[in-house]
């Protein structure tokens, strides 16, 4: 279906801590960690590439030391940046705070991935067999969000693009969050970014009226459910009505949540991309995730050789 993932997502660095639960307002606690990572869509290009799918960096990046981690750690992924850093400004920056259950809380200063361009966009060459993601954090404010939506409707007509709104989607402005979706061909989110899409009261209402209320060349949507797995909901060739099934889970103990959905995506989309059907390839994701969700640190999705011993392992019954 596809050759190439280009992200236009904000790829920032993760300040990493492990804290054994939150601080109380006004409190203190004491955190431990790997510290210093690339996150953002870098783990979302970080799950495609090392499934085998080429990946590149659309995003703007930095001057300064950040900006120089991102682009290192991109390159260490074999994930190729299709733009120079912007001058004078570093890329930014979150604290991904990690509790004793793996549960993550972020809290995010942006920088230099903030500055993308119309401009800087229109000089990627984009490839007929290229597919698109685009991260909801892209199109919170300007000039990134008037940029990638303009740039969208102008991608040649066989470009995939997945729109993945992110937990701040719901605060995008509504007319550039129509626009992106006017040109997605999938929508990928959690439950809580489904339900806040929708305000449906639940996981398999909000698949549907996402899907139903999709553009015409829109394909589905994937609603993930954490360690149950995710529904994936699709157009029956009618056009008319939405099938939606649900795609199980697997058993792991989870220790760091952190970058689970972005390894989901990643996954999902090198499946697509190897001419995978869309449900099996919501069964690899969720493995993806599951692996993922399995270590500590943000960009721990799997290599193709660890995601078929896992899939190998568990079998279809």
């Not at 030391?65 to 299709?82: K, M, N, T, Y």
């Not at 999902?268 to 969720?286: E, I, K, Q």
Request: charged residues 20%; proline residues 6%.
């Amino acid at each position: 279906m596809f050759t190439r993932l280009i992200s236009v997502g904000n790829v920032v660095v993760d300040i990493l801590a492990t804290v054994p639960a939150l601080p109380a307002p006004g409190g203190d606690v004491v955190a431990t960690g790997p510290g210093l990572s690339a996150g953002g869509s870098f783990n979302v290009l970080a799950a495609a590439r090392r499934l085998g799918l080429a990946s590149a960096y659309a995003g703007a990046h930095g001057s300064g030391p950040f900006g120089a981690l991102v682009r290192a750690s991109l390159a260490a992924e074999g994930v190729d940046v299709l733009l120079p850093p912007v001058d004078d400004e570093d890329t930014g920056w979150d604290v991904a705070l990690t509790d004793a259950d793996g549960e993550r809380t972020f809290i995010t200063a942006v920088g230099a991935e903030a500055r993308l361009t119309r401009e800087m966009l229109e000089s990627i060459r984009v490839r007929p067999s290229d597919a698109v993601h685009v991260s909801g954090y892209g199109l919170l404010r300007e000039p990134n969000r008037g940029a990638i939506a303009g740039w969208l409707a102008g991608l040649p007509a066989s470009c995939i693009v997945l729109f993945d709104p992110g937990p701040l989607g719901d605060r995008i402005d509504p007319g550039i969050r129509e626009a992106v979706l006017a040109r997605a061909d999938w929508w990928s989110g959690n439950e809580a970014e489904a339900r806040a899409a929708t305000s449906a009261v639940d996981a398999l209402e909000a698949a549907r009226m996402l899907t139903a209320g999709a553009a015409d060349r829109a394909v589905g949507v994937v609603v993930r459910l954490g360690a149950r797995g995710c529904l994936v909901a699709l157009r029956e060739a009618s056009g008319q009505a939405v099938a939606v099934q649900e795609i199980p889970g697997f058993e792991v103990d989870a220790v760091d949540t952190n970058g689970a959905g972005d390894a989901h995506i990643g996954a999902f989309l090198a499946s697509l991309a190897s001419g995978t059907a869309p449900t099996a390839a919501a069964r690899r994701a969720n493995a993806a995730a599951a692996l993922a969700v399995g270590a500590r640190g943000p960009a721990t999705s799997p290599t193709a050789m660890n995601l078929e011993g896992f899939l190998a392992a568990h079998p279809l019954n």
